[in-house]
Every structure is written in structure tokens, then in C-alpha cells.
């Protein structure tokens, strides 16, 4: 079966779906005094848009301010509304058998099968799928998903938010979008749309040289990539045969391409970020890995491209370092005594500044109890990452999209360090249109 068969074949398997993606605005979340005031209602038939219904619902009681705030739906609004037993055989003939679709299923879900128990029906056996899991299983790292979020970054309209049918035609919408991706990456099986986490992650593909009619596609993908990225080949039980972290550069390409062509590798994952930092960060426990020939190779390349004049050892490192992450208004920051993955902050600014400011002061803290300075062993990853971060602190003006600091400069100068973190974060946006545009 080629590509294209496959490819075919995933859209059949989805095509034949029925889904209805639904929305409920509430007086509030107590199911046994809290009533539904809105209902917006959306099928999905052959990957398309086909029906949307509304239904504006007298609850019997006072709307709560907050909620009419919220809603913009105010008493009068409802005054001639039908009451939920009047509508609700239409609404669940709506349904049908089709599977359920909202943004926030643990929400919608329960309170919908309140009503009908409180009405004297059986609760819903449909399948149902959520917007708000999905989004996070598919885009790692996410601080931020909810639907207005999730619409901006997708460029999908969505002008009224906490209007139900409003909010169930962006849902649907985000929907769809996630169903075509599901097609791009070749989805095999129904239940992966329930739970695709480990295997359709946007920001990451796996190629499996026994599959090879499509391992053949690789080279596509690597042309196609516009943002910094992490290669890495894998051998038989897991072995590291080759890795590297690349910024699109020829050489790297090329060097990527003829690895693949020549390596007994099994596994071979793509892996893109927003700055080619973070790449290091993640390429440097595997850096280790390799044979020392391999390594020598890559070192070599690394510095070629991305070290100019050579940095004085002795010169001094910043303490920490700000760089953009790949989903839209995410930013980074390491602290340099400790470059892993996991010593990293993901944040967003400024709802995130609390944390962020403490972050900071905790791990200076740490710092200055530290009595071992930074070493610099020749001819390791180490060298190199140092190397860099001593160009990006003392060669500022080459590395606009880096912001590194003395843990100092913060303390001594909180409101200075203060504007000029917000001056860059303004400045820095990572132009790659992710996840709008995934690997």
C-alpha cells in the first residue's frame, strides 16, 4: 500500500464517522440546583459541517450576575424561551447515535445526563471525544488550552465565546482540523482518536525503516522543516547511532541525509523547537550515546556553524537565558549551572510572571550556595554549549532572540530587569506558525 493508499484509507476510516460537537451554558456547575440556559448544537458528517442548531432555555431561576456577565444572556433573553422538558427529545434526536464532541467533555458530559436523570431519561451511551484532552495529548508543553486560545493559534473565528452554538461551531472547527491532521499522519485505528497521546504529537514524527514506503517520505519532511529540530537515529534494542540538533543549515541537512542513507537505523524521529538552544539542551544526554567518532563529527560541524570568534573560557556566562518556545506565547528559561530538560521553566508573561519570579529567585538561591564553577572539558558537548552561551551573553547584538542575565541584575535592578524581559518578549515571538504548521 503506498502513501497515497494509506493516506486514502485513513480518510475513509474517518469519513464514515457521525460526530455532534455540543455546548452548554449553565447558571452554574451544581447539577442539582444548576440549570441550562443555552445549548449549541453541531453535526459532522464526511469531515464536514452539515447541521447546527440552538436552543435558548428558560432555567426557572435567577441568573446569577457573573453568569449574565459572562454570557451576555440576560433574563429577558429567556422569557419565551421553552423549558428543557419541552426541547429535549429534540435535542436528543439531534444527537442521535453519533459520537459526542465538546471542549470540555467532564463538564458538558455530566451535567447534560443530570438533566436527563432529573427528567426521568436514561443518561447518554454515546461515545464521546474532548477537544481540551485531545489538545493537550497532540500539542506537548501546552500552558494554555482553552477554546479562545486554541482558535486564535489555529486561526479559526470565534467571535462570541461562552455562547454555546457559537463555541460548539469553533469546537467543531478545531475538530475537523484535528481530524485532517489525524489523516496526514496516517491514523490506522478509531480508538487512537480517544486516546493518540505517544502518537500524533505535532511537533514530533517516527519513521520505521521496515515500513519502507513510507520511511522514503523522510527526505520531504526534512526539506519541509522550517524551525530548528532534533534528528535522531536509533539501532537495534535503542542504540544511538545518530543524532543531531540542526537549524536547517546546508551542511546539517546534509550531513542528516547521508546518515540515513548509510546507518543500520530501526527508529528515526524529527523532533521540532522553538529556539535551536533548547535542541542542544535535549541533544545533549544523547550526545553521550554516541561512539566517539560519530560525536567528533558532529562537534565538529557544530562549532563550523555556530561559533564565531572563539569565547574566552574565563569570560563571564550569564546565569539564566530566555528563549522563545514553539507554541505561540510560550517562552523558556534555564538556568546555565544546570542545563537539562527538566531544569527548564516553560511560562507565559505576563500570567505567569509570580512564577516566574520565583523561579528565578529560587534557583539564584541554589546558585550561590554552589561552590563549584562551571567546567569546560575540550572536544564535549559541554565545551560547546558553553562556548555559545558565552557568545549569546557577550555578543548580545547578534542573538536578539536570546535574553540571558546575572541572577544580579534582577535583584539589584528588579523594575530595569523587569521592563527589558517584557521589551523582549514582545520582540521575540517565534515566527514558525505552530502548531497551525507541524511536522
Not at 286 to 304: E, G, R, V
Not at 394 to 402: A, E, F, M, S, T
Request: hydrophobic content about 35%; some cysteine; glycine content about 4%.
Amino acid at each position: 500500500m503506498n502513501t497515497k493508499q494509506v493516506k486514502e484509507s485513513s480518510k475513509d476510516l474517518l469519513k464514515e464517522l457521525s460526530f455532534c460537537v455540543f455546548d452548554l451554558e449553565t447558571t452554574g456547575g451544581n447539577h442539582d440546583s444548576d440549570k441550562i440556559i443555552e445549548i449549541g448544537l453541531v453535526k459532522i458528517s464526511n469531515l464536514k459541517i452539515v447541521e447546527k442548531k440552538d436552543y435558548m432555555i428558560n432555567p426557572e431561576i435567577k441568573i446569577p450576575d457573573f453568569i449574565q456577565k459572562l454570557t451576555s444572556i440576560r433574563p429577558k433573553h429567556l422569557s419565551g424561551a421553552p423549558k428543557i422538558e419541552e426541547i429535549i427529545d429534540d435535542i436528543l434526536e439531534f444527537m442521535g447515535d453519533s459520537i459526542l464532541v465538546a471542549h470540555n467533555t467532564s463538564f458538558d458530559i455530566p451535567f447534560f445526563n443530570s438533566v436527563l436523570k432529573r427528567l426521568g431519561k436514561p443518561p447518554l451511551k454515546n461515545k464521546n471525544i474532548c477537544t481540551n484532552l485531545m489538545t493537550k495529548y497532540l500539542i506537548p508543553n501546552l500552558m494554555n488550552s482553552n477554546l479562545r486560545y486554541m482558535c486564535r493559534i489555529f486561526n479559526i473565528p470565534h467571535k462570541k465565546a461562552h455562547r454555546a452554538l457559537d463555541d460548539a461551531h469553533a469546537t467543531a472547527k478545531l475538530f475537523i482540523k484535528y481530524l485532517q491532521i489525524f489523516i496526514q499522519k496516517k491514523i490506522t485505528k478509531i480508538n487512537h482518536l480517544y486516546y493518540p497521546k505517544n502518537k500524533y504529537e505535532l511537533d514530533r514524527i517516527h519513521f520505521r525503516k521496515n515500513d519502507k514506503k513510507r520511511w522514503k517520505d523522510v527526505f520531504k519532511y526534512i526539506d519541509d522543516i522550517e524551525t530548528p529540530f532534533l534528528v535522531t537515529l536509533k539501532g537495534k534494542n535503542g542504540t544511538i547511532l545518530f543524532s543531531l540538533p540542526c537549524d536547517n543549515s546546508a551542511m546539517g541537512i546534509e550531513l542528516i541525509k547521508a546518515n540515513i542513507e548509510s546507518l543500520p537505523w530501526e527508529i528515526a524521529t524529527f523532533r521540532l523547537f522553538g529556539h535551536f538552544f533548547e535542541t542542544l539542551i535535549h541533544f545533549h544526554p544523547l550526545f553521550n550515546m554516541l561512539d566517539k567518532t560519530t560525536a567528533s563529527k558532529i562537534m565538529t560541524l557544530l562549532k563550523k556553524n555556530h561559533l564565531g570568534t572563539a569565547i574566552d573560557s574565563k569570560a563571564q556566562l550569564p546565569d539564566f537565558i530566555v528563549i522563545a518556545h514553539i507554541v505561540p506565547e510560550q517562552f523558556l528559561i534555564y538556568p546555565t549551572n544546570s542545563l537539562t530538560i527538566k531544569s527548564g521553566l516553560i511560562f507565559r508573561y505576563p500570567a505567569h510572571k509570580k512564577k516566574f519570579t520565583q523561579y528565578i529567585k529560587s534557583k539564584s538561591s541554589k546558585m550561590r550556595r554552589q561552590k563549584t564553577p562551571l567546567l569546560i572539558q575540550k572536544n564535549t558537548c559541554d565545551e560547546f554549549i558553553i562556548k555559545l552561551l558565552g557568545q549569546y551573553y557577550n555578543k548580545p547584538k547578534k542573538h536578539l532572540n536570546v535574553l540571558s542575565f546575572q541572577q544580579e541584575y534582577v535583584k539589584n535592578s528588579e523594575e530595569q530587569f523587569t521592563q527589558g524581559l517584557e521589551n523582549f518578549l514582545s520582540q521575540s515571538k517565534n515566527t514558525y506558525n505552530y502548531p497551525a504548521k507541524h511536522i
